[in-house]
């Protein structure tokens, strides 16, 4: 769901704080037979040869590049991203008009990992403009009766959220949701009405859960504030979330603080035990060199005229707000590659470099751990990736 607080949260904190670094070598090859099927194929090397095999379908067409060397590196790359305005949900569901009886999207997504022979798999249905119904379960012997099956059924309206699950593990109730305080996307200001001027947004979420097998609940709160395309200074976000029955509190701060650069810090804390926890996190791009040239006016009359227009442009375009340069980023393809660093208080480190090699991205990143000094290097490894 496009306005979700958990999930745009946990997914700017995952890539700033908690990414992955390879292990060994791992060559990841995928394709787009048609505009509705697509395959991946892995292959590692991390003690045992390992690998996995997955397929997807989806009924809608996908008319996105698939070419590992034609996609930008921003859109496949985890890292900050900017949350939008609210939009107002579609007043017809999409379909595709070739499907027999006119069959609402549906997305089926399956994978087999090898050796363990663990099974995951997806189906995804599209219900209404404003609902769809997710279901997600995975086969394992390791795991308990052999495998979990967890159903989703999600309604985004835009200036609310909500979504409610079962899972098989422990029969899991629960319920989330997310309002966004502001105007409503579904009632936009007549033409007498002034425009919105909102630089930014705050949201209130929760969620309950409940085990009817083994009698226990929870529940946990979060509220976020985060700035929108109109804010001219600095892109930010901060969120705040409690778990009253746990004890945990936690605090998190992403900002974009440069055209190529974007930092993130977390910061734990339970009431019950008085342990804290802190992390930091930070991301730079590199772009490629480009060839800056100057042009040189001589003479007068309407040529010179034209270049004081020119260069009065170019200041006027150096003038503008910081807003509009860091709107540019998703649409720079320029960017040749992304370092990203963590760091948290008991020193362990991880450093990760993505970016291309003609047509293979790569993958390569370390993790250290400064404290166990006959062991500090924890984790080397290397990702090659190729789409056709």
Same mark, same amino acid.
């Given at each position: 769901m496009g306005n979700g607080l958990s999930t745009k949260?946990?997914?700017?904190? !995952?890539?700033?704080?908690?990414?992955?670094?390879?292990?060994?070598?791992?060559?990841?090859?995928?394709?787009?037979?048609?505009?509705?099927?697509?395959?991946?194929?892995?292959l590692g090397s991390v003690g045992l040869v390992d690998g996995s095999l997955s397929y997807l379908y989806s009924s809608l067409a996908v008319h996105e590049r698939s070419r590992s060397g034609d996609l930008s590196l921003r859109n496949i790359v985890q890292g900050y991203r900017f949350l939008q305005e609210l939009r107002k949900p579609e007043s017809k569901l999409v379909?595709? +008009?070739?499907?027999?009886?006119n069959r609402k999207p549906t997305l089926l997504y399956g994978r087999l990992y090898?050796?363990?022979?663990?099974?995951?798999?997806?189906?995804?249905?599209?219900?209404?403009?404003?609902?769809?119904?997710? /279901?997600?379960?995975?086969?394992?012997?390791? /795991?308990?009766?052999?495998g979990a099956l967890l159903a989703l059924l999600q309604q985004d309206n835009g200036k609310f959220s909500t979504e409610y699950l079962y899972s098989t593990d422990s029969a899991l109730l629960g319920l989330r949701g997310l309002y966004n305080f502001g105007p409503d996307p579904r009632n936009p200001s007549g033409p007498d009405?002034?425009?919105?001027?909102?630089?930014?947004?705050?949201?209130?979420?929760?969620?309950?859960?409940?085990?009817?097998?083994?009698?226990?609940?929870?529940?946990?709160?979060? !509220?976020?504030?985060?700035?929108?395309?109109?804010?001219?200074?600095?892109?930010?976000?901060?969120?705040?979330t409690l778990n009253p029955l746990m004890g945990n509190l936690s605090s998190t701060y992403a900002v974009k603080a440069g055209r190529n650069i974007a930092l993130c810090s977390q910061f734990d804390f339970n009431f019950y035990s008085y342990e804290s926890d802190l992390r930091?996190?930070?991301?730079?791009?590199?772009?490629? +060199?480009?060839?800056?040239?100057?042009?040189?006016?001589?003479g007068g009359g309407q040529e010179n005229g034209g270049g004081e227009v020119a260069l009065a442009?170019?200041?006027?375009?150096?003038?503008?707000?910081?807003?509009?340069?860091f709107r540019r980023d998703d649409a720079d393809n320029d960017v040749s590659g992304v370092l990203k660093a963590r760091w948290d208080q008991n020193w362990r480190i991880g450093l990760l470099w993505e970016g291309r090699i003609k047509e293979?991205?790569?993958s390569l990143g370390a993790s250290f751990d400064l404290q166990r000094r006959q062991q500090i290097f924890q984790a080397v490894g290397l990702e090659l990736q190729y789409s056709s």
């Open positions: 949260t946990k997914s700017r904190r !995952i890539a700033l704080l908690f990414f992955d670094t390879p292990r060994g070598l791992r060559l990841n090859v995928s394709s787009l037979a048609s505009q509705n099927f697509a395959s991946s194929y892995t379909t595709n +008009p070739k499907a027999p009886h090898l050796p363990q022979s663990t099974l995951e798999a997806l189906y995804l249905r599209r219900l209404s403009p404003t609902k769809q119904f997710k /279901l997600s379960c995975v086969s394992d012997s390791a /795991l308990h009766r052999g009405d002034p425009p919105d001027q909102l630089y930014g947004r705050f949201s209130a979420g929760a969620e309950l859960y409940y085990g009817l097998l083994n009698k226990s609940g929870g529940m946990s709160t979060g !509220i976020r504030f985060t700035t929108l395309p109109k804010h001219a200074g600095f892109p930010y976000t901060m969120t705040l930091l996190g930070c991301e730079l791009w590199r772009r490629r +060199p480009r060839l800056q040239q100057s042009v040189v006016v001589v442009q170019d200041e006027a375009a150096l003038r503008g707000n910081s807003s509009s340069i293979l991205l790569f």
